[in-house]
């Protein structure tokens, strides 16, 4: 890691430290080794006949380059994909909609409830959104601003203000640090928080929570969920 950016964790480290948060319990998620979000996102595709992707968030194109489909956009300001922008760019001149839009931008709350705001906005009928690292086992893992290289960032905070919501019906799969999946239909268990501001949840509420907050299901249970809210 480069000199700047190591001082940079430092730094961040020490001020959720003394200002924000202190909790090392950690939850153990045991992912299964061997089942990725592209898996599931494939799975996903072909069981819904799905034409069109979109995936905010590309790096080195690990899931990009494996979607197999008539259409897609991969968005990214750096790095992968084949627009070369935000997010939030993106959305402000698209036209298009989509089936399946996949989630792994910047994982920062306020970005991730714009990001899932608009993909709602550009979801077809009948389409799915997919969020990436939705399960964080540590408080470092998960604080922002970020000090670890490994870093799921506070993504489930937003899956947590969208379950409140009547109007989307989320799940979390228990694989590669938690794959969270949406659908625009009526919210089929909805949570019942009395929060005001999502962006204030600690760790250590996730830490006693997180089964309730994000709906958890196992691969074979989320393949399941999908088949049956097909029919
Ligand atoms: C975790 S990586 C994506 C990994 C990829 N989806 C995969 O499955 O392998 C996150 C990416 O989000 C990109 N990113 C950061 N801020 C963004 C933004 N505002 N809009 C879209 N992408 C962003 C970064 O450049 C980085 O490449």
Redesign the pocket.
């Known amino acids: 890691m480069e000199t700047k950016k190591k001082i940079k964790f430092k730094i961040n480290r020490l001020y959720h430290f003394f200002f924000k948060e202190r909790f090392n319990k950690k939850i153990n998620f045991s992912f299964p080794e061997n089942i990725n979000?592209?898996d599931l996102i494939k799975e996903i595709i072909t069981f819904k006949k799905f034409k069109t992707y979109l995936?905010?968030?590309?790096?080195?194109?690990?899931?990009?380059n494996k979607i197999n489909i008539d259409f897609k956009i991969g968005?990214?300001?750096?790095?992968?994909g084949n627009f070369k922008?935000?997010?939030?760019?993106?959305f402000s001149q698209n036209k298009k909609t989509f089936d399946c839009i996949?989630i792994?931008?910047?994982?920062e709350y306020d970005?991730v409830c714009r990001?899932i705001q608009n993909s709602l906005d550009f979801l077809n009928v009948g389409g799915i959104i997919l969020l990436?690292?939705t399960l964080p086992n540590t408080l470092h893992q998960q604080a922002v601003p970020r000090y670890k290289m490994i870093w799921n960032g506070d993504v489930w905070k937003a899956i947590v203000n969208f379950r409140t919501r009547l109007d989307c019906d989320i799940i979390t799969c228990k694989i590669d640090q938690g794959v969270s999946l949406i659908q625009k239909n009526s919210n089929k268990k909805l949570l019942n928080l009395k929060i005001k501001d999502f962006k204030k949840l600690k760790f250590k509420d996730f830490y006693e929570n997180h089964e309730e907050y994000m709906r958890i299901l196992s691969y074979e249970g989320v393949l399941k969920y999908i088949s049956d809210s097909s029919n």
């Not at 922008?85 to 993106?90: A, H, K, N, P």
């Open positions: 979000r592209w995936e905010l968030g590309c790096d080195d194109n690990n899931s990009f968005v990214d300001p750096f790095s992968g922008g935000t997010s939030d760019f993106f996949f792994d931008g910047l994982h970005q990001d990436h690292d």
